[in-house]
């Protein structure tokens, strides 16, 4: 871990990417390519409303239980996704979607950030 190189404020890890390295703040549940995308499209500083955080999360938590009981998601896969989307949908994560809402990507971050954290997969241990 090390601190920022320009301030004393929050601490990084170093994430490593196709791109090369990037500092990512430690606490950040998100990886090399969602801090790079937040730096480089600054594009109206908007984020996410509550609104559509929350109803993303309670569709992610439906959407496991409804594949647990088809068998598609074993049940303690089924369940820590289901818990992690309801802690999105009460608004634990808001702070992880960090890309302006204006970016123009697939989506991926804003799909792929409510997986990790239901799996509890830290980035930088990957």
């Not at 950040?28 to 993303?56: D, E, K, V, W």
């Not at 569709?59 to 309801?86: T, V």
């Amino acid at each position: 871990m090390q601190g920022s190189p320009d301030s004393d404020s929050p601490r990084f890890r170093i994430e490593h990417d196709s791109m090369g390295d990037v500092a990512v703040p430690v606490e950040a549940l998100y990886g090399a390519q969602t801090q790079r995308a937040a730096g480089n499209f600054p594009i109206s500083r908007l984020r996410f409303q509550r609104a559509f955080l929350h109803a993303l999360g309670f569709i992610k938590a439906a959407a496991a239980k409804a594949n647990e009981q088809l068998g598609e998601l074993p049940p303690a896969q089924a369940r820590a996704i289901a818990s992690a989307a309801e802690r999105l949908a009460e608004g634990d994560y808001d702070s992880q979607f960090v890309v302006d809402i204006f970016q123009t990507g697939s989506g991926t971050g804003r799909r792929l950030i409510p997986m990790i954290m239901s799996t509890g997969i830290n980035p930088a241990t990957m």
